[in-house]
Nanobody
Framework: QDQLVESGGGLVQPGGSLRLSCTGS????????MNWFRQPPGKERELVAY????????NYADSVKGRFTIFRDEAKNTVYLQMNSLKPEDTAVYYC????????WGRGTKVTVSS
């Protein structure tokens, strides 16, 4: 089954770091615009970061700018979200999305930032 699989979530203390992965299974993430979204508890899903198909341009929500980095590893067919200096308000389920003629979403990985 063609799908995106996220991993890397977990419980981390404020100020800590996590690296999320989004890997294509049966489909490629290379040469596609890729997004990371998140949905905090009780709130709507929001765009966190995106990377263009060639990887030449990235952009971030103001709330994560300077702390999060999105990047690709084409050899691994994976897009990552490196999250540093995590705050309790970063607590959410994080989803990746492949943007194309047909959009693909992963099932999400949960990140909890708490002491």
């Amino acid at each position: 089954q063609d799908q995106l699989v996220e991993s890397g979530g977990g419980l981390v203390q404020p100020g800590g770091s996590l690296r999320l992965s989004c890997t294509g299974s049966g489909l490629t993430v290379n040469n596609y615009l890729m997004n990371w979204f998140r949905q905090p508890p009780g709130k709507e899903r929001e765009l966190v970061a995106y990377i263009t198909a060639t990887g030449g341009y990235t952009n971030y929500a103001d709330s994560v700018k300077g702390r999060f980095t999105i990047f690709r590893d084409e050899a691994k067919n994976t897009v990552y979200l490196q999250m540093n200096s995590l705050k309790p308000e970063d607590t959410a389920v994080y989803y990746c999305k492949r943007v194309g003629p047909k959009d693909y979403w992963g099932r999400g990985t949960k990140v909890t930032v708490s002491s």
